[in-house]
């Protein structure tokens, strides 16, 4: 989780004014995390206020998707 942390925390600082999700989207790519660890992960990273309470799960499950792309 500390490296997921630090690359978020090395894109976020690149790109402040830049949305969060598409900056956590980033920071998961090729990486292959689990779905237990984006739902950890993404809690204290994402914003509560980038996204509505129904929509976590979908955004979740497109974020580990995504964490599986070479």
């Given at each position: ?24 989207a980033?920071?998961?790519?090729s ?23 129904n ?16």
């Open positions: 989780m500390k490296s997921l942390k630090r690359v978020f925390n090395k894109i976020r600082n690149e790109n402040p004014s830049g949305l969060v999700i598409p900056a956590f980033e920071a998961l790519l990486r292959k995390f689990s779905r237990k660890l984006l739902f950890a992960t993404s809690t204290p990273l994402v914003d509560k206020e980038e996204y509505k309470k929509e976590k799960k979908e955004i979740i499950r497109f974020l580990v998707e995504l964490s599986k792309r070479n």
